[in-house]
């Protein structure tokens, strides 16, 4: 009996025939199919603004005029993440100013972990009509991501800062904080979402002083440089 030729010993038996993977489905456009398609993340952009202008203005019998513009602007030079934010706000009515406020906030946060944050906080604020002629806080803190999804995101946060107050009348107010709240984001589609922020600030020296902050919006894009927006702010 002759030795088998090396061709016939390279053949695969019909059982191994049987375990070997069969291979992908293909659409008819020629694509595999068959597995699941990784979904790619994309980073967010290094940096991005946007800036707000609104108008409401009433004449006849009486005649009012309120003003608000805004801007955001953010930069992120990895692994950091800085936020400033800016609003004037000016109400008159019978050619008197009954209203007028400026807020600013600078905010750098630096990530500790996969979902918590340290950061900290710089704010301004001007309300005479509010009885304040110059606030000035800071504050440091951890912000953590209880919610991080494709849909929707919410980040709670909490510190202790500082915070010094010019007052139009009474005494100032110089004290030590304790600060807490959240931000919740929800995509509605893929051009609009839905976004509200709330913070508390407590007074450390006084138990009767505390502030609390919260703003609502409803922003709908219309192009990639305009979009529409409705928001409620306490």
């Known amino acids: ?33 068959g597995r699941p398609k990784r979904r790619e993340t994309r980073a967010p952009p290094h940096q991005e603004g946007s800036a707000e202008f609104a108008f409401v203005g009433t004449a006849g019998n009486s005649s009012t005029q309120t003003i608000g513009i805004g801007g955001e602007y953010i930069y992120r030079p990895s692994p950091w993440e800085t936020k400033l934010r ?20 600078l905010r750098g946060q630096r990530p500790i972990g996969p979902r918590l944050s340290g950061y900290g906080l710089y704010g301004y604020q001007r309300d005479r009509f509010a009885g304040i002629l110059d606030r000035n806080t800071i504050e440091g803190g951890v912000a953590y991501a209880l919610i991080e999804q494709a849909v929707q995101k919410l980040v709670v ?43 508390f600030v407590f007074s450390l020296s006084d138990g009767n002083d505390w502030r609390y902050a919260n703003a609502v919006s409803l922003t709908a894009k219309v192009t990639t440089l305009l979009a529409l927006k409705v928001s409620n702010t306490l």
Do not use: I
Request: charged share 25%.
């Open 86 to 105: 800016v609003s004037y706000v000016r109400n008159k009515s019978e050619e008197q100013l009954k209203a007028q406020a400026f807020l600013l906030t």
């Open 157 to 199: 946060d909490g510190g202790l800062g500082y915070a010094n107050e010019q007052r139009l009348l009474g005494n100032n107010l110089s004290t030590g904080t304790l600060g807490g709240g959240g931000a919740y984001t929800l995509k509605l589609s893929g051009t609009s979402e839905l976004t509200e922020d709330g913070h």
């Open 1 to 33: 009996r002759g030795r088998p030729s090396p061709r016939a010993a390279r053949r695969p038996t019909r059982w191994r025939r049987w375990l070997r993977p069969a291979p992908p489905r293909r659409h008819p456009d020629g694509l595999a199919c």
